[in-house]
């Protein structure tokens, strides 16, 4: 079958071929997402209409109780992910601890656990700017049968068997690694299938777009200050050109397709940066890389970080991998 004109669902199968040890249960994991991201871009796609039919938290004209965004996607790929007696634990942006999940049978057999932003940037939903869902896939560390630790999250992200994130856009899309090479898959609304569009999507090396929100330049530290001159300066391939959306998922997809780095710094409003590096960092940097790109903390690797916290902050540097490195150098410069 001609590479484009692949379902989501015979690609699972024929990767699955491909990974004879594995249970299936990754695939079935896989599975699991897809179908959530549908339900919840119906949702998302219906969002402008809410004044219509009624404000979040409120009864809508159907009498249906109207819930935020973000609770709405949580609770959608929480409940879809316990359903299939995949995952051991959950923890997502919006709980403040872990969830732990039993099997049918009461026990804690499940092997993965998962750790989301169910819906990044759900702030832009009011102004119809894309918004997307992260996710990360660990398998667990601690004896199968016992309750899952904290210990089972607090991995580092080369730990990570799979990530991927859901792009709600002009187009939906899936973008997801196992480990192998990333692939995207566009949905066709009219009959709920997503199709095989971006195989084997690559980061390029280098790219002349940048980023950053430059409304905190005067809280940047120094090197990220000289890399953002750097990019403004006449010579050779620059002046880069600047694109922020304040989508993470949105920047990064962009910037994947046509080259170019995103950059969260530490800032004085932000001492330890603004993104989660267990559910947005960690698995935007393994796709980056798995895609040929680059992701750090300005400093190190961001996927060799020893998490502390379910929700600590990092700053993120991420993109082509010769404008990482760039951007990496200035920072060393006042390290
Ligand atoms: P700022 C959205 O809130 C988010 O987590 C990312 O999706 C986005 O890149 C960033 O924060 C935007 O943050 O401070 O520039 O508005």
Redesign the pocket.
Known sequence: MEERNKTLGEFIIEKQEEFMYSSGELSRLINSIRLAAKVVNYKVNKAGLVDIVGAFGEQNVQGEDQQKLDVYANETFMQTLINREIVCGIASEENDDFITIKGKDGLHNNKYVVLMDPL??S?NIDVNVSVGTIFSVFRRVTPVGTPVTKEDFLQPGVNQVAAGYVIYGTSTMLVYTTGHGVNGFTLNPAIGTFYLSHPNMQFPKDGHIYSI?EGNYVHFPQGVKDYIKYCQTEEGDRPYTSRYI???VS?IHRNMIKGGIYI?PTSSKSPKG??RLLYECNPMAFIAEQAGGKASDGFNRIMEIQPTELHQRVPFFCGSENMVDKANEFMKKYQ
């Open positions: 990044d940037g702030s929100n304040g989508s993470l920047d969260y603004k993104l």
